[in-house]
């Protein structure tokens, strides 16, 4: 939750430096998977952003005690929804930064909405290299997020060099970030001379089948 609050307080930061807000009340806009395939990720984040909230609220924020109001909307993790998510909370609400979007295939959407219309937006859905690497990075928008690449080496060390594991099972999503975790998690391991006992993909498996998975005499499981 600390890292939540401090992505909160980033962002009003942001928008007192880039846009000078006079605003007592801050209205901020979170646009994440509260429905759909990525609903319980999105349940998550909104119940961390509201408890950051109540803390950051309680104390106010800057010299003037400013207070942050954040308004929701779901967008499955779609483009075309993340575009009216971000239209309706400009428009309905006026929210003057925006959180998120949570998911890598709607970031092109906010990426191109910050550069057109100078809104400011920190979110997770893609890591700093790959925004570089596409010449689409600006000033307005922020990324907060790891390479799942780095993620996968680095959690693949530390089972095999500080936790001294011999083996795994792997389960995993079938979005790309959780691919590209998997595939490079498997490769660091194995070059550690690890073994992988089993790998399950937790797309339409039964309870039981992901159950079986992690019954296996492995030592951890990487999911």
Known sequence: MKFIKLKLLVLVLLVFFLTGCEEQIISLGVIAPLTGEYSSIGEQIKKGLELSLEEINQEGVGRYGKKIRLYYE??????ELTRQAIKKLKEDYGAVAFIGPFCEDSTEVARDYALETEAIFLSPGVNLGRMIKSGKINVYYFSVRYSPITEAVHISRLLSNILLLDNVAVLYGEDKVSLILKENFDQAFL????K???ETSLKN???????????????AIFI
């Open 74 to 79: 779901d967008d499955q993790c779609e483009p």
């Open 205 to 219: 498996k039964s309870e039981e089948a992901i159950l079986a998975a992690i019954k296996t005499d492995s030592q």
């Open 196 to 198: 992988i006992l089993t």
């Open 191 to 194: 070059e550690k001379k690890g």
